[in-house]
């Protein structure tokens, strides 16, 4: 069994950074493809950023290409997602997860609790 303890969420002013950090536990993590995604209020969950068991494959969503940045350090299961120049859309409860196999499917992947973001203008 895979869990996700997701960290690091806070209120930010805009223009502002902050540093998520998801702790990753279960066999066979540090091979998982690993990603970010986040739900606004009334909003569908969406992508914000995955990475590969290697750190060498990484996506982001265009929303958030050269703001945020992912890493992963396998020694230690975490994942981690760096957000600089945050916006006020950007305020949202963002998510770790663990894809289950082959592509994301939100009703077989391994998900976090959650962690709130607040960007205030």
């Known amino acids: 069994q895979v869990q996700l303890v997701e960290s690091g969420g806070g209120l930010v002013q805009a223009g502002g950074s902050l540093r998520l950090a998801c702790a990753a536990s279960?066999?066979?993590?540090?091979?998982?493809?690993m990603g970010w995604f986040r739900q606004a209020p009334g909003k569908e969950r969406e992508f914000v950023a995955d990475i590969n068991w290697t750190g060498r494959t990484i996506t982001y969503a265009d929303s958030v290409k050269g703001r945020f940045t992912i890493s992963r350090d396998n020694a230690k299961n975490t994942v981690y997602l760096e957000m600089h120049s945050l916006k006020p859309e950007d305020t949202a409860v963002y998510y770790c997860a663990a894809q289950y196999y082959n592509r994301w499917d939100a009703n077989r992947d391994y998900w976090g609790q959650g962690t709130q973001v607040t960007v205030s203008s």
């Open positions: 279960g066999r066979g993590i540090s091979s998982k493809m």
